[in-house]
């Protein structure tokens, strides 16, 4: 695997190496021991899924405060998604900032790491997006936080208008630097 570091501290590449043959190809997605050797201290508890049939369909912007703050390593398994994560770390140099990648599944795999402390969301390009998440904290129901993927503070530059939002992400309040 290569690790990339991004313009927020901590948010990193992680690009897989596919072995490829007749078959196709096989790639290691995680290892503990490599993502120790590049200075990440993550070991996944639990894996999610977002299955997502509609092009443009928007999930974000989502984060847990302390002590339930969550890391994540998201890949897409099917489709594209423009991945978006937001700095949320009071000291950190990046603090309002953000970062985007576009994940493709016919693309040479590759996963976002997003430490703790990160609002992270998502805009499908393609219809039939599936993306992992591998977490390295069990969800802890009712401290589910988030704002709005619109803010015009943040000025998010997303590549396509939303046609699918939840009620709850429309709900959301606006960033606040405070």
């Given at each position: ?8 501290p ?19 997605l ?40 969550e ?10 998604a423009?991945d ?36 992270h ?30 803010d015009?503070?943040?000025a ?12 709850a ?9 405070s």
């Open positions: 695997m290569k690790f990339v570091v991004s313009t927020l901590g948010v990193v590449v992680v690009e897989a190496e596919p072995h490829p043959d007749d078959r196709g190809f096989f790639a290691r995680y290892s503990p021991n490599e993502f120790g050797a590049a200075g990440i201290d993550f070991k996944p508890v639990q894996v999610n899924l977002s299955r997502n049939a509609r092009r443009h369909t928007l999930r974000g912007m989502h984060y847990q405060d302390p002590p339930h703050a890391a994540k390593l998201v890949q897409i398994v099917r489709g594209a423009y978006v994560v937001v700095d949320l770390r009071p000291a950190s140099p990046a603090y309002g900032n953000w970062v985007a990648f576009t994940l493709d599944s016919s693309a040479p795999p590759r996963a976002i790491y997003i430490p703790e402390g990160c609002a969301g998502f805009l499908t390009l393609q219809p039939d997006t599936d993306i992992l998440y591998y977490m390295g904290r069990i969800y802890e129901p009712g401290h589910a936080k988030g704002f709005r993927w619109d015009r503070r943040l998010i530059k997303w590549p396509a208008e939303p046609m699918i939002i939840s009620d992400d429309r709900a959301w309040p606006d960033f606040s630097r």
